[in-house]
């Protein structure tokens, strides 16, 4: 039995990359693998991995996925997957052409040249959002240069902008996988909102039409939940913040839905499927299970299956079926504006 009447999982990489040829030739030791791949996804060529998506869709009842494109992913591939399968997948978009002229050395990175893209690619109504992340950071990223919090405010305040133009949402990436090195830190390309999330207070203030999601919902990897505390603070003070939780263990979901200021309208099944991050088990300890990048063990080879345990810690909410209904799919049908086959499946949110 599917969880429920219309299930999106609003956080989906189909994308993924064939690595092994460009690790081969950087030589990285074990424990090193991670930086490695970091300082080489730009310059992969990711390919179309919506087989296996599709195949986990028909497994677990999936209904619909929210594409993102992460880091080296492709907007225009995202859009021909979507193309391919409209009644199954929508996409949002990044600013990935640019950067790769940036990177290229065909242009130097600015703000404005950012905003730009964005304009030109929800311009062409193939994408309904902002996402994964904001491309905020200056590029390329150099850890001996710190954005002070100022400067990375008003670069985001500058997308919000375009997005209010758009009328669609914008995804903000909270929460790190322990992977990935230098890009996952103040410096890195998911800047300092990653681990600030309550940075996004000014944000969230500024453009209060505009919805803010903040993937992860602070829990990426890891078992810490620091930063989950920090984007409940953020979500519980305004009504336009959204946060994903696919990576949530039960009983964050049951921190959240027991705050009167954020409930089961403000969720957003999310899962990172794609990604690669296996989970960590530890019997008798809490968490008993996260997902987490284990650097000594090297990265992940296999499809890792993140449905499977994130809809069994749903299983564990004993909740109504409509708050539910509105986690799984109501909510991202409302902010993402997807299809649905019928009028009133999904319980009006209450003013949060």
Excluded at 149 to 164: C, H, P, S
């Amino acid at each position: 039995m599917k969880l429920g009447r219309f299930v999106v999982d609003t956080h989906v990489h189909a994308q993924r990359f064939a690595a092994g040829a460009a690790l081969r030739e950087k030589q990285a030791q074990p424990g090193q693998e991670w930086e490695a791949l970091s300082s080489v996804l730009g310059a992969l060529e990711p390919y179309d991995n919506s087989e296996r998506l599709l195949y986990d869709m028909e497994c677990y009842g999936v209904d619909m996925c929210v594409l993102l494109p992460a880091f080296g992913m492709s907007n225009e591939l995202n859009a021909k997957i979507v193309e391919a399968h409209p009644d199954r997948f929508v996409a949002v978009c990044n600013a990935h052409e640019y950067l790769e002229r940036v990177r290229k050395g065909e242009e130097e990175w600015s703000i404005e040249g950012v905003c730009a893209e964005l304009d030109r690619l929800l311009s062409t109504g193939k994408y309904v959002g902002i996402g994964e992340g904001s491309p905020y950071m200056p590029f390329p990223p150099d850890p001996r240069r710190p954005v002070p919090q100022e400067t990375a405010t008003r670069n985001m305040l500058k997308i919000m902008e375009v997005a209010a133009r758009h009328k669609v949402p914008v995804q903000l990436h909270t929460g790190c996988p322990m992977g990935y090195g230098p890009t996952t830190y103040s410096t890195g390309a998911l800047g300092g909102f990653n681990l600030n999330p309550l940075w996004a207070h000014d944000l969230a203030a500024a453009f209060p039409d505009v919805p803010l999601v903040l993937n992860h919902g602070g829990v990426q990897g890891w078992w810490s939940e620091k930063l989950q505390e920090d984007c409940l603070h953020v979500a519980a003070a305004h009504s336009n913040v959204y946060l994903e939780t696919g990576l949530w263990w039960a009983e964050l979901y049951e921190r959240a839905l027991a705050d009167p200021n954020i409930g089961p309208e403000k969720l957003l099944w999310a899962t990172d499927w794609g990604a690669s991050m296996p989970f960590h088990y530890q019997p008798g300890r809490y968490p008993p299970v996260y997902p987490v990048q284990i650097r000594s063990q090297g990265i992940v080879h296999h499809q890792v299956d993140y449905w499977g345990w994130s809809l069994r810690e749903l299983q564990r909410l004993r909740i109504p079926q409509d708050d539910l209904n509105l986690i799984l799919g109501g909510n991202a049908a409302r902010i993402y504006r997807l299809p649905v086959k019928h009028t009133r499946l999904f319980r009006p949110p209450v003013p949060r």
